[in-house]
């Protein structure tokens, strides 16, 4: 009967031990079942150009006054320009000017061009003879190279080539100028010449509104 009871008790012992071990295993099936089931994350963020796309640094050309000051001359009136003996120009005779263009742009290089155009829609003063077309324009660059000679309005344009970034502080309105770097500037030398030909003698007393117009787009570097 002990003997019996004994191992009565081993087998009820022995069944709830093999009954724990089956519960162990039965809990980390589950466990490993809720792992596999779900998937690790992680994220990266990258700020395009850290603190943004696009260049800081305004594309600007300017001009030169002959006091040495910066002017920008972008709006649509523009900007008065002084040419020496233009009130006093008569038939078969030439005024010339000197007119310095710069990048102004830290970073990028300019393609510039000059247009020479008309004011008041033709070129008209007030009442005076409209003299424009007896008018011929030649500009010349500094290094000796023509953009247009003895042009009429229609075909007074041109490009006056690549000017270099200036590659230091842009200037501002009223700053006394100094040079960038190498070839970030151009002297401009515009001849305007009034014709003596057939009929100019009906125009006496006339005038005529130009403009010269810089046009420049950047070059990346």
Same mark, same amino acid.
């Given at each position: ?145 023509? %953009? ?43 001849? %305007? ?29």
């Amino acid at each position: 009967m002990r003997m019996d009871r004994e191992r009565s008790a081993r087998t009820r012992a022995g069944g709830r031990l093999l009954s724990g071990l089956s519960l162990i295993g039965a809990v980390a099936v589950v466990a490993s079942m809720a792992v596999s089931s779900a998937a690790y994350t992680d994220m990266a963020n990258l700020n395009l150009g850290g603190s943004g796309i696009g260049s800081e640094d305004r594309f600007d050309i300017a001009v030169v006054l002959p006091d040495n000051t910066v002017v920008q001359a972008d709006g649509p009136a523009g900007v008065d320009w002084d040419v020496e003996g233009a009130e006093s120009l008569v038939p078969g005779h030439s005024v010339t000017t000197e007119i310095p263009v710069f990048n102004n742009s830290p970073s990028f290089d300019a393609d510039v061009t000059m247009t020479i155009r008309v004011r008041n829609g033709d070129g008209s003063v007030g009442s005076a003879p409209n003299i424009t077309a007896f008018l011929r324009f030649t500009a010349r660059l500094s290094g000796g190279t023509y %953009v247009f000679t003895d042009a009429t309005l229609a075909d007074a344009t041109g490009s006056i080539g690549e000017l270099a970034k200036r590659d230091s502080a842009a200037l501002t309105a009223g700053d006394t100028y100094y040079a960038g770097a190498p070839g970030s500037d151009e002297t401009v030398s515009l001849t %305007v010449t009034y014709l003596d030909a057939s009929g100019v003698e009906d125009y006496n007393g006339g005038q005529s509104a130009l403009a010269v117009h810089f046009d420049a787009e950047s070059v990346a570097p």
